[in-house]
């Protein structure tokens, strides 16, 4: 053999090992995806939004709660009392958590867990759930953050595999629980609203929607309500954000007496807001009884919502009397002027009678003269 074969068989040789190296290495790689794409799987596969009715974020001894009820996710804030939560907010926590997905793999192991705040006692500790009593949520816990300050490192409760999440929101999660209230004083739907009563320094009236959808005065009963300013009020008054809830215990203090007050019975609810004067600092309070909490809102969100009698009336309930007078006098003067022509075309048909008989003489004069 020469040395010239020899070379090409030897080159031949590299080339085949050098396939069968980025072969393995190809396999390998694949194995790695494949195990890597089992691990960064979504933490809640089965978890659907209109499953989740809880959520429980604790750490370091405070907790807070929120459960739907309703439609309508609600925040605790003591034994007794749950109150409406932000719908943004609640949005925002229902969007990040289902399909949360890891975006890589960190470290594996129990002795891992204390080195990224994800033991038991450092973690901040959520629970997703059906609703306050089930017994087997999805539980996820959630450590420090990340090197870039946008990301943090999470487990699976029960697992030592530690992930790290793309998006961190610690802070959001671990507000105090008045921080998740919603700021709308009235955030009903308008159309659940049947019956309103409206009072003002100087009178009392009251509205019902009928089976038809329209709106009528029951007090006083003797005018005709505008269904579009009453929609439209509605609207406009579920549309309020005040700047800041207030929690003082002398609340009357700040309302009493109110400048006016809307009842309305939402469904089979009774809700009652009473609005005080407006301050010298062009602010306005407002006090929601059912809520027990009150609002402070600027003076100008109010300008152009209807509270006086004249504001809710249909303006163009007189244009229809007067429209009918109208024809009615069109009506009379169609008729003295057909009647007027008339006589004045019998006039005219007698004196032409009177005439022939005129001529008629003549002639009989003049036949006797000849």
């Known amino acids: 053999m020469t040395r010239k074969n020899l070379s ?9 090992i050098l396939g069968i190296l980025f072969s393995l290495a ?31 974020f604790e750490k370091d001894g ?22 409406p939560a932000n ?31 994800l033991t038991e006692e450092k973690a901040l500790k959520v629970y997703l759930a059906t609703s306050p009593e089930d017994e087997n949520p999805f539980r996820l816990n959630i450590g420090k953050t990340g090197p870039d300050f946008r990301s943090t490192y999470a487990v699976r409760a029960g697992d030592t595999t530690v992930f790290l999440l793309s998006e961190n929101k610690n802070s959001t999660w671990q507000k105090e629980p008045k921080e998740w209230r919603d700021k709308y004083p009235f955030r009903e739907r308008p159309e659940l609203v049947s019956k309103i009563t409206v009072t003002n320094q100087k009178e009392t009236f009251t509205l019902e929607k009928s089976k038809e959808g329209i709106w009528e005065f029951t007090y ?21 954000v005040a700047m800041s809830l207030v929690d003082e215990p002398n609340w009357e203090e700040k309302v009493e007496p109110p400048d006016f007050t809307y009842e309305l019975k939402v469904l089979d609810r009774d809700v009652s807001l009473r609005v005080s004067s407006e301050t010298e600092d062009s602010k306005r309070y407002v006090y929601n009884d059912e809520l027990e909490q009150l609002y402070l809102l600027s003076a100008s969100t109010w300008v152009g919502i209807p509270r006086n009698l004249d504001e809710f009336v249909l303006k163009e309930e007189k244009k229809p009397a007067k429209k009918e007078s109208d024809e009615q006098g069109k009506t009379v003067e169609k ?20 005439g022939k008989k005129d001529e008629s003489k003549v002639e009989e004069r003049k036949e006797k003269g000849k």
């Open 8 to 16: 090409f068989l030897v080159l031949i040789l590299a080339i085949v």
């Open 26 to 56: 190809t396999l390998s790689e694949r194995r790695i995806e494949r195990v890597k794409e089992k691990e960064l799987k979504a933490f809640f596969p089965g978890l659907k939004e209109e499953n989740l009715g809880y959520v429980k």
């Open 62 to 83: 405070k907790v807070t709660q929120l459960k739907k009820e309703n439609d309508r996710w609600l925040v605790k804030l003591s034994e007794e009392k749950w109150f």
């Open 87 to 117: 719908p943004v907010d609640t949005q925002e926590m229902l969007s990040y958590f289902i399909d949360l997905k890891p975006a890589e793999v960190i470290a594996k192991g129990e002795d891992k867990l204390e080195k990224f705040d």
């Open 220 to 240: 006083p009963g003797d005018k005709t309500a505008d269904s579009t300013v009453v929609s439209e009020f509605l609207s406009r008054l579920a549309n309020l």
């Open 335 to 354: 008729d003295a002027k057909d009647k007027g022509a008339k006589e004045a075309k019998k006039g005219k048909g007698s004196g032409d009678e009177e």
